[in-house]
């Protein structure tokens, strides 16, 4: 049940589907980031950490290796000593899983202790509790055992859903409303919406069901990196079902004639390929048209580098790869031949609304750069990053205030240098491990840190938050068997 409730969670993590508990409106304009509400998907999160964890207690004697000091003491001297202890590969797991359990801790505990000198104290409980709930998730994923076989069919099938919609919307230049779906119409000719300026008009980017453009192609960007990345073995489970077809037709009173029986197998072995094969493509042409359609360049220059890399790299998957560049190359030329004057604005950013985005990301990093300096140590508070900057800016419409476009300012912003520190050493533990482990999966994740560093969603939406996480997560699952970190 428990594994099943997580694919059900992967699959329904974009639709922002959420119940408001509070808007704040600010000379007549809402405050994006002073919203406070409860979503669907949080009610997944909280069932899915309730069962994990009484699963894990069933499972265990019920230790708390946080308070193992002398655990932690051996993580510190172990570089310093040769002895059995840190030669163990069995307690170097257990190491660096204590070091990363309480860092993590730590940062929540931190987020949470800032609610103290935060100016919105309900807005930082806010943020600390979502963050509670995908560090939650972090350690959930991580002790679960999982099929990636399933996981990355139902990313599939979440991303095509995803990339469909997204594709549709930009066609129709309209979009959708739906409370139960968690999407929000967006007008084209109204201010704050996410276009494209050509002299001939303005056009509307595709949404999906995501707060912004930009988080729409991140996660797209992602997913069909994951899906590219593991398409090799994935797709390999056609044999097991051929293997049982065989079977059954080898038992069957049907078939009487051998070459009858030769014929049959053949056509099942044709037919079973090419749905194995439609379904492949399908996913693909949806995937990489909503990312297209999204027109982040943040996230084409994600997937460009990642697939770059695992073709650079995986050498013996490059036939493979291949074939998906030559998908991935057609769609983009049929795309270019059909809208070539939106992409020639957006990558040459010389229309007014791309200055104008320029202009605004450098005014960001100047803000934020104030708000450090003012709040070095502790930061504002979690989530107080946007109530500082428009207390300090009242003249500026709210909608005018937006975070940093760099995660790490914005947390060092947030939390300090204390909570920067926390979550680097976070970051760089996973780092680590994927180096030690999956050279391969690391390809994919060093070209998702510019996310990082161009925009702020994996921080200040509640989509990013979680997803982060979860990808965290499922690098760490990947790292189960890590045995040279300490």
């Known amino acids: 049940m428990l594994e099943y409730l997580f694919y059900l969670f992967v699959f329904l993590l974009p639709w922002q589907t959420v119940f408001l508990l509070r808007e704040v409106f600010i000379g007549g304009e809402k405050w994006e980031y002073g919203t406070i509400g409860v979503y669907g998907i949080d009610f997944f999160i909280l069932l899915f950490l309730i069962l994990s964890s009484v699963n894990y207690l069933r499972n265990s ?50 987020s949470f202790l800032s609610i103290i000198w935060s100016s919105d104290k309900l807005l930082a409980f806010y943020f600390s509790f979502k963050l509670f709930l995908a560090i939650g998730l972090f350690w959930a994923v991580r002790r679960m055992n999982f099929s990636w076989r399933k996981l990355i069919c139902v990313l599939m099938l979440a991303g095509a859903l995803q990339g469909a919609l997204a594709t549709g919307q930009f066609l129709a230049q309209n979009d959708f409303s739906s409370t139960l779906l968690g999407a929000s119409q967006h007008v084209v000719s109204a201010g704050g919406t996410s276009v494209i300026e050509t002299p001939g008009g303005r056009w509307l980017r595709a949404y999906g069901t995501f707060p912004h453009p930009n ?123 059909a809208f070539s004057p939106l992409f020639f604005s957006r990558i040459a950013g010389e229309e007014r609304l791309e200055k104008k985005s320029f202009d605004d990301r450098s005014t960001y990093v100047l803000q934020a750069k104030e708000i450090i300096k003012e709040n070095f140590w502790l930061g504002t508070g979690a989530g107080n990053y946007t109530k500082a900057v428009a207390d300090k800016n009242p003249q500026k419409p709210i909608w005018q205030i937006q975070p940093v476009h760099n995660v790490f300012l914005l947390v060092w912003s947030e939390l300090g240098i204390i909570g920067l520190l926390l979550f680097v050493v976070f970051l760089f533990l996973g780092a680590i491990g994927i180096f030690l482990t999956d050279k391969y999966l690391l390809l994919l994740i060093i070209p998702c840190a510019l996310f990082f560093i161009s925009d702020h969603w994996l921080w200040t939406s509640h989509f990013g938050l979680l997803f982060l996480f979860l990808i965290l997560a499922l690098i760490s699952v990947k790292n189960k068997n890590i045995s040279g970190l300490f």
Not at 81 to 97: F, G, H
Not at 105 to 110: D, E, I, K, P, S
Not at 279 to 307: E, H, M
């Open 215 to 337: 988080v729409l192609g991140g996660y797209l960007a992602i997913v069909l990196l994951l899906v590219v990345n593991f398409q090799f073995s994935i797709f390999n489970f056609q044999f097991s079902i051929l293997n049982a077809l065989i079977s059954k037709f080898r038992n069957s009173d049907l078939i009487q004639n051998f070459r009858q029986k030769r014929i049959s197998l053949w056509l099942t072995k044709l037919e079973i390929g090419n749905y194995n094969y439609v379904l492949r493509l399908t996913s693909y042409v949806l995937i990489f048209s909503g990312l297209v359609v999204s027109f982040s360049r943040s996230a084409w220059l994600v997937f460009a580098l990642g697939f770059g890399l695992l073709f650079l790299f995986k050498r013996e998957k490059r036939r493979e790869l291949a074939k998906s560049a030559v998908v991935f190359l057609g769609v983009g030329l049929i795309w270019l031949a």
């Open 61 to 110: 004697n019920f230790q708390f290796p946080i308070f193992n000091f002398q655990s932690i003491f051996n993580v510190l001297i172990s570089k310093f000593r040769n002895s059995d202890l840190t030669q163990s590969s069995k307690l170097k797991i257990e190491n660096y899983n204590y070091v990363l359990r309480l860092t993590s801790y730590v940062l929540v505990a931190w």
